[in-house]
């Protein structure tokens, strides 16, 4: 039979590997668990909540440096005011739309983005359209069927992917530099 000083020197280390494993387990979880948050994304479907506007317009204003999209079909003035907000705090505002839309449903809104110096240009190519709907910032980016109108905000059957990996995100950005390059 083991004497006393024995069994506590065993409870005490067994009592140490535990508390080292705890400990170790939780700084694992906490490591494992922002990695996951800052490279996870999230799929939205429009009338779940019918606030894809509201995703977008927090990506604008979570932006530092720079905001690039390409959108198809652009009437919402919130999204309007987050890139002029974000202009107006020193981020990098470029964006493309098409240009049959851009002289027909985009017009209002782009004249109003041209007034505050927030440049959006029209795709130049004869053929064609220019039917991207993605956003990209310096910390995420948003993609999927969903046009910044009222209509695919509150009706339509739409969904709009938003990550932050920044594989994804670094492919997207050079994608729409392409677009932009090319349309010079």
Known sequence: MPDKKGRSAKVF?????????TVGSVIITVLVTEHRLDSAF????????????????????????YVYFAVYYFSKDDIAQALIRAKERGVVVWGITDRQAGEDTNKAVL??????????????????????????????????????????????????????????????LEIIKRLLVRNE
């Open 13 to 21: 280390r067994f009592a140490s590997m535990f508390v080292l494993m």
């Open 42 to 65: 999230k799929v939205i479907y429009s009338l779940d909540e019918r606030r894809n506007d509201k995703e977008i317009v927090s990506l604008i204003d979570g932006a530092t440096k």
């Open 111 to 172: 004249a109003k983005l041209a007034a505050a110096g927030v440049i959006v240009e029209t795709q130049k190519h004869a053929d064609g359209i220019m039917h991207m709907k993605v956003l990209v910032t310096d910390k995420a980016y948003a993609s999927g069927s969903y046009n910044w109108t009222a209509s695919a905000t509150e009706a339509n059957d739409e969904v709009l992917e938003i990550g932050r990996d920044d594989s994804v995100r670094r492919q997207y």
